[in-house]
C-alpha cells in the first residue's frame, strides 16, 4: 500500500495559496444583472401591502418580483416556504421582493425603496412557548401542505410541524430495576455555520430552454432535481455547476438562492443575473443550525449500569421545516448516546417559531443531542459519586447490542468506543471527576463527553464515478461530491490511486461539479463521502481494470487472469518484464502494421447504501445509517471563581476512525470541528430582541473563534475497519464537533459547581449561575 | 483639496502593475481588485472589516480592501495573494494543512507575509496578535499558526 495513510497535498491546494482557486462569486461575466432581496424588517406579521412603484423608477432597475407574482411552496420535506413572502412573514429577514437591476449598487438601492405594510402580529420565540395550546398559530394551513418525502407528520392547528416517536424495551421494567434516577432540562440557541464564503446563486435561461446555474452548493443534484420540479423544465434542461466552496457545514446543502436567481432571470427575459447574499442577509435571510429544548430522564442501578432512559426534544425549527423532520429522525436514532439502554421512550418535536428557518449544521443534530444526553451523564455520574470517563466506560454500547432503533451491531459497523475511552483516560492524565485548585481564586477541572453518529440517509442514496484515460496513460476521475474544504477529492484521488497502484500525480479529479458530465452523489453531506463515493471510485477502478486486463491478453497472448496492473501498465504475474504500458492501450491498441483494436478505456462505477430502512411511525425501529463513528472527547479548562472568565486548555478526541487515508488530512477535520464546537459552547448563539428581530447578523455580535483562543489540541485515532468502506474509512468530517460543547459544559460546570444547561456557557452565563465566591 | 465626485480614470500600483481603473467614488478597494481587475483571490468576508478575508498587503502593512475606498490607495503599492509567487509561506500552508476550504487563505497570507517583513523577528505572541485579525471557520487555527511559524523560525535561525 503507497498512497492509503499518506498525508498527500490536498489536490487544489497549489491554487488555494495563489488567489487562483476560483468560487462562485469569483467569476464575473461582463453584462449579468444583478439582484438583491428586500427582506422582512418584523418576525411575524401581515402582509398589507407591497409598495414597488418608487423603486421600479430608479436608474438601473429592471425587474422587481413579489410573492403575488409567484405561487410556489418549496420544501424537501414538506412544501411550506413560499420562495418570496406571500400574505405574511414568519421570520425577520424572510425575502419579500427580489429587485433586478443593472449594477449591485442599484439593486440594493431599488431595494431600501420598497415599502411594506405590516400588521403584527405576535411572536413565537421559543420551541416549548410554540407547544403551548394559546400559541399564535404560524403556519394556518398546515393541514394542506404537500408532503414532498414522507415521513413527516404534521399537526395542523397547531405548531407541531412533525413528532417522531421511539419506543424500545418496556419504560416500567427500566424504571424499576434502577436505583438512582435523574432529571435534567435543557435549552441550546440556534447557530450559524459563518462559512466564510457567503451564498450565492447565478442563474441564466437560454432561448432553447435550458436552464444554466452556478450555486454555492453541497447538493448540485439537489438543486437540479428541485428546480425542474418546482418549475415544471425537464431535468436535462437544467444544468448546474457547483465550483469550489469556502465552507458549508451544512449550510449549503439546502436549496435557497438558486429558486430565487431563478425567478430574477425569468423576470428578465433570461438575462444572466447573479444573487450574492452579504454577510447581514446570510446570518439573517439564509438557514441556520438548529437549537432545541430538552428534557431527559436517566435511571441506572446502583453500579452505574443504565436501565431506563426517558427523553423529549423539542427542535426549533424556526420559520419553515426545510429538513428539520429528517433531522428530528436522527436526533432520534441516536438519542441515547453511545450507550446501552434496554428500555427507551423518546419523543422528538419538530416546532414551528418566529425564528430564521433552520437547515442541518454539521453533525445533523447531534451536536445539540449529545450536549443534552452527555450533560445528563455527568449528572448520573454526581449522583452516583461515579468518576465520569468510568460510568461511560461501563455503559459504552458494544457489538451485538442493539441501538435505539433496533439495529444489532457488529464490530464493523459500530467501531470500538471502549478502546476510545481507555485511550482518553491515558490523555486526561487526571480523573475528569476531580477539581485542582491552581491559585487562590483559580480552579482546573477536565470534562469527558463521548458521542456517535450514523448517516440518517435516505435508503436509496447513491453514487456515482467515471474514469477517463488520457493518451499519456493518466487517469482523470470524475464523482459527484462538492470540495467545500473535507479534501473528498483528495480522498477519492487516494483510493483510485491505491486501487490502480498509481502515483497520485496521474490521477486528476474534476473539482468543478456540473450536472450534465459528472454522475450523481446524493448531497455532499452527513460525512458520507469517502463511504460512498469511495466505494463507486473502487467499482470504477475494476471496471477499468477488466478492460485494461481484456486488451492486454490479447496483446500480450495470455488469458486475462494472468494479468496485474500497476504503475502504469499491465503486466504478467509471474513476469513483469512482459507487459504493456497504458499509454498504449488505454485509447486501444495499435499493432506495428498499423491496426487497431479496443477502444478508450472508461471506467464506470456505482454504489448505492443498503439494507437501509426508514423509521417506524409508531415506534421508531428501522435502519438509518450503513455504520457508525464512535469517539471520545475531552476539554480542560481553567476558570476564575470570582468572575467566570476562563480559558480552555486543552481539547482531546479519541475517535475509531476505521482506516486513517490522510492522517494530517483527517487530524484538520477533526481539530476544526473541535474548534467550532468550542465556539458553539463558548460565545456563538444566533440571538433575537424582544419583537423576534435577529440581532447577531455581523462577526462583531455573532463571534466565532479567532486565533490565539484555541486550546492545545489531542487527537488521536484507533483504527477498527469498517469492513464494506473504501479499505476500512469511517465517516468522520463531521465528527469532532459533536461531543465538544458537552465536554465543555461538563469542565466548567466542575470547575464552578453549577448546573451548566444551556448554551453557549459564555462567563457571564457562569457568573449569573453562581460561582464559588473565594473570599 | 482632493475631490472626487464621478467615475474618473486612476492608476493604481498592484503587484508591480500600473494598471488603469474606473470606480465610482464610493467604489471600495476590494471592490474595484474583484470587479474591475479581476483579483478575486482578495475575497469579501463581510466587508466591513471583521474577518479579514480581503487583506491585501499596503505599502509593506496589511490593509482590509473593504474599509478603503479606490480613491484612497493612488500611489500607494498594493500587493494582493496573486502577487506572491512561490513564497516559503505558501509552502509552508501546504506542508501544514492550514486550510480547508481555503476561502480565509488569501487573506491569512498577505496579513502574515506583512508580519514577516514588518517584524521578521516576530515572537509567538506577536504573531498570534497579527494573525487575530482574521477569521477561519474551517481549520483549528493551530495549523495557521504552525505554518506562519515555521517560515518565520526558519528566518531567525
Ligand atoms: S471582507 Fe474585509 S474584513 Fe471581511
Ligand atoms: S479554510 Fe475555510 S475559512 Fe479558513
Known amino acids: 500500500m503507497s498512497t492509503i495513510g499518506q498525508s498527500v497535498r490536498r489536490t487544489e491546494a497549489p491554487n488555494k495559496v495563489t488567489g487562483r482557486a476560483k468560487y462562485n462569486a469569483d467569476t464575473h461575466v461582463p453584462g449579468t444583472l444583478w439582484a438583491h432581496l428586500a427582506v422582512s424588517s418584523e418576525a411575524h406579521a401581515k402582509i398589507l401591502g407591497i409598495d414597488r412603484d418608487n423603486a421600479m423608477t430608479m436608474a438601473g432597475v429592471k425587474a422587481i418580483v413579489t410573492g403575488d407574482d409567484v405561487s410556489l411552496l418549496c420544501g424537501e420535506v414538506l412544501e411550506d416556504r413560499p420562495p418570496l413572502a406571500k400574505s405574511k412573514v414568519r421570520y425577520y429577514g424572510e425575502p419579500i421582493a427580489l429587485v433586478v437591476a443593472t449594477g449591485e449598487a442599484e439593486a440594493i438601492l431599488a431595494a431600501l425603496a420598497i415599502q411594506v405594510d405590516y400588521q403584527k402580529l405576535p411572536v413565537v420565540h421559543t420551541p416549548l412557548e410554540a407547544m403551548s395550546s394559546d400559541a399564535p398559530l404560524i403556519h394556518e394551513d398546515l393541514g394542506h401542505y404537500v408532503i414532498a418525502q414522507p415521513p413527516i407528520s404534521p399537526q395542523p392547528g397547531t405548531n407541531i410541524a412533525d413528532v417522531v416517536k421511539l419506543r424500545k424495551g418496556d419504560m416500567n421494567v427500566g424504571w424499576k430495576s434502577s436505583a438512582v434516577s435523574i432529571e435534567g432540562n435543557f435549552t441550546l440557541p440556534s447557530i450559524d455555520h459563518a462559512a466564510m464564503e457567503t451564498r450565492s446563486a447565478k442563474v441564466e435561461i437560454l432561448h432553447d430552454g435550458r436552464v444554466i446555474v452556478h450555486t454555492t452548493t453541497q447538493a448540485p443534484f439537489e438543486v437540479q432535481k428541485l428546480l425542474s420540479q418546482y418549475f415544471g423544465i425537464k431535468q436535462g434542461k437544467v444544468i448546474v455547476n457547483a465550483p469550489l466552496v469556502g465552507g458549508a457545514f451544512g449550510g449549503k446543502a439546502t436549496v435557497q438562492l438558486e429558486i430565487l436567481a431563478y425567478l430574477a432571470s425569468k423576470a428578465v427575459g433570461g438575462r444572466l443575473v447573479q444573487l450574492v447574499n452579504s454577510r447581514e442577509q446570510d446570518f439573517k435571510t439564509s438557514p441556520v443550525g438548529t437549537g432545541l429544548q430538552a428534557k431527559i430522564k436517566l435511571g441506572a442501578t446502583r453500579q452505574g449500569k443504565l436501565t431506563a432512559a426517558e427523553l423529549t426534544f423539542w427542535v426549533d425549527v424556526g420559520a419553515y421545516t426545510d429538513s428539520s423532520p429528517r433531522m428530528a429522525r436522527a436526533i432520534t436514532s441516536d438519542c441515547t448516546g453511545p450507550y446501552r439502554v434496554d428500555h427507551v421512550h423518546c419523543d422528538t418535536y419538530c416546532l414551528y417559531t418566529n425564528h430564521t428557518y433552520a437547515t442541518a449544521y454539521r453533525g445533523f443534530g447531534h451536536m445539540p443531542m449529545t450536549f443534552c444526553i452527555e450533560r445528563a451523564m455527568d449528572k448520573l455520574a454526581n449522583a452516583l459519586s461515579i468518576d465520569p470517563l468510568q460510568l461511560r466506560r461501563l455503559n459504552a454500547i458494544q457489538p451485538g447490542q442493539t441501538t435505539p432503533t433496533g439495529v444489532t451491531l457488529n464490530l464493523s459497523r459500530l467501531g470500538n468506543l471502549d478502546a476510545c475511552i481507555d485511550r482518553m483516560n491515558d490523555l486526561v492524565t487526571k480523573p475528569p471527576g476531580q477539581v485542582t485548585r491552581v491559585a487562590p481564586h483559580r480552579v482546573r477541572a477536565t470534562g469527558v463527553s463521548c458521542f456517535w453518529k450514523t448517516s440518517s440517509s435516505p435508503p436509496d442514496a447513491s453514487s456515482g464515478a467515471i474514469i477517463t484515460f488520457n493518451q499519456e496513460g493518466s487517469m482523470n476521475l470524475s464523482t459527484g461530491t462538492v470540495e467545500f474544504g473535507a479534501g473528498t477529492k483528495t480522498t477519492s484521488a487516494q483510493i483510485l490511486a491505491e486501487r490502480m497502484d498509481m502515483s497520485i500525480e496521474d490521477i486528476h479529479v474534476h473539482t468543478h461539479i456540473n450536472t450534465k458530465v459528472d454522475p450523481e452523489h446524493w448531497k455532499t453531506v452527513a460525512s458520507l463521502s469517502t463511504f460512498m463515493v469511495g466505494r463507486a471510485v473502487l467499482d470504477a477502478a475494476d471496471d477499468a481494470i477488466s478492460q485494461l486486463k481484456s486488451l492486454a491478453a490479447v496483446v500480450l497472448r495470455c488469458a486475462p487472469t494472468d494479468l496485474a496492473v500497476g504503475q502504469g501498465r499491465v503486466f504478467i504475474k509471474d513476469d513483469p518484464t512482459m507487459n504493456v504500458a497504458f499509454k498504449d492501450i488505454v485509447h486501444g491498441y495499435q499493432y506495428p502494421e498499423g491496426n487497431a483494436i479496443g477502444g478508450q478505456v472508461i471506467g464506470r462505477g456505482t454504489y448505492i447504501v443498503r439494507h437501509l430502512s426508514p423509521l417506524n411511525p409508531d415506534d421508531g425501529q428501522g435502519r438509518p445509517g450503513p455504520a457508525w463513528t464512535v469517539g471520545c472527547q475531552a476539554v480542560e479548562v481553567e476558570l476564575d471563581t470570582s468572575d467566570g472568565t476562563y480559558e480552555i486548555l486543552r481539547a482531546m478526541t479519541v475517535v475509531d476512525i476505521g482506516r486513517l487515508i490522510n492522517p494530517k488530512g483527517a487530524l484538520g477535520m477533526v481539530m476544526g470541528g473541535m474548534c467550532q464546537g468550542l465556539g458553539y459552547g463558548s460565545r456563538e448563539a444566533v440571538r433575537y430582541d424582544a419583537l423576534g428581530r435577529l440581532v447577531t447578523d455581523q462577526f462583531r455580535t455573532y463571534r466565532t473563534m479567532r486565533m490565539g483562543e484555541q486550546p492545545n489540541y489531542q487527537v488521536d485515532f484507533i483504527e477498527t475497519p469498517q469492513i464494506d468502506a473504501p479499505y476500512g474509512a469511517r465517516a468522520v468530517g463531521e465528527h469532532g464537533v459533536l461531543a465538544i460543547p458537552s465536554a465543555l459544559a461538563n469542565a466548567l460546570a466542575r470547575a464552578a459547581g453549577v448546573e451548566i444547561d444551556s448554551l453557549p456557557a459564555t462567563p457571564e452565563a457562569i457568573w449569573r449561575l453562581g460561582t464559588e465566591v473565594q473570599a | ?157
Open chain 2, 1 to 157: 483639496m482632493f475631490s472626487y465626485t464621478t467615475r474618473q480614470s486612476l492608476i493604481l500600483q498592484v503587484n508591480q502593475d500600473a494598471l488603469t481603473v474606473t470606480p465610482r467614488p464610493s467604489d471600495t478597494l476590494l471592490y474595484t481588485l474583484r470587479q474591475e481587475l479581476g483579483f478575486t483571490g482578495a475575497k469579501p468576508g463581510c466587508e466591513n472589516g471583521d474577518c479579514g478575508a480581503c487583506t491585501v498587503i499596503f505599502d509593506n502593512l496589511p490593509l482590509k480592501s473593504c474599509l478603503m475606498l479606490t480613491a484612497e490607495a493612488v500611489g500607494h503599492e498594493i500587493t494582493t495573494v496573486e502577487g506572491l509567487h512561490h513564497t516559503a509561506l505558501q509552502d509552508a500552508f501546504m506542508d501544514h494543512w492550514a486550510f480547508q476550504c481555503g476561502y480565509c487563505t488569501s487573506g491569512f497570507l498577505t496579513t502574515a507575509h506583512a508580519l514577516l517583513t514588518r517584524h521578521p523577528d516576530a515572537d509567538r505572541q506577536t504573531m498570534v496578535e497579527w494573525l487575530r485579525s482574521n477569521l477561519c471557520r474551517c481549520t483549528g487555527y493551530q495549523e495557521i499558526g504552525d505554518a506562519v511559524w515555521s517560515v518565520l523560525q526558519a528566518r531567525q535561525t
